[in-house]
C-alpha cells in the first residue's frame, strides 16, 4: 500500500501563484510516475501534469507554460508549481501515484481562483 499526503491549495486571485505537493509513503517503489488530476465542479477529472521517477515530466495543454511540476525523490514528494493562475484552474487538486500495478490517488485539496 502507498499513502499519499497532500498539502497546498487554497484561495488565490486570478494572475495569482500556489503550490502543491504530494508525499507519498509505505511501499513506494523505486520506478513509478506522480502527479496531479482536477475535477472541476460539474466536469470529469483530467489531468494536470505527472512525472516520472526520472524526471520526465507530462503537461495537459491547458497548463503549459503555467505549471510546473519537480520532484524530490528522496521524500518521495512531488511539487506542482502553479503560476499566472485563471478561474478556470479553480478545481479539486488531486495526487496520483503509479508505479508498475497500482494506481492511488489522494483526497484532494482545493484550489479556488477568485477575485
Known amino acids: 500500500q502507498v499513502q499519499l499526503v497532500e498539502s497546498g491549495g487554497g484561495l488565490v486571485q486570478p494572475g495569482g501563484s500556489l503550490r502543491v505537493s504530494c508525499t507519498a509513503s509505505g511501499r513506494v517503489s523505486s520506478v513509478w510516475t506522480m502527479g496531479w488530476y482536477r475535477q472541476a465542479p460539474g466536469k470529469q477529472r483530467e489531468l494536470v501534469a505527472l512525472?516520472?521517477?526520472?524526471?520526465?515530466?507530462t503537461y495537459a495543454d491547458s497548463v503549459k507554460g503555467r505549471f510546473t511540476i519537480s520532484k524530490d525523490s528522496a521524500k518521495s514528494t512531488v511539487y506542482l508549481q502553479m503560476n499566472s493562475l485563471q478561474f478556470r484552474d479553480t478545481a479539486v487538486y488531486y495526487c496520483?501515484?503509479?508505479?508498475?500495478?497500482?494506481?492511488?490517488w489522494g483526497h484532494g485539496t482545493q484550489v479556488t481562483v477568485s477575485s
Open positions: 512525472i516520472t521517477s526520472s524526471g520526465r515530466p
Open positions: 496520483n501515484f503509479h508505479d508498475y500495478d497500482s494506481t492511488y
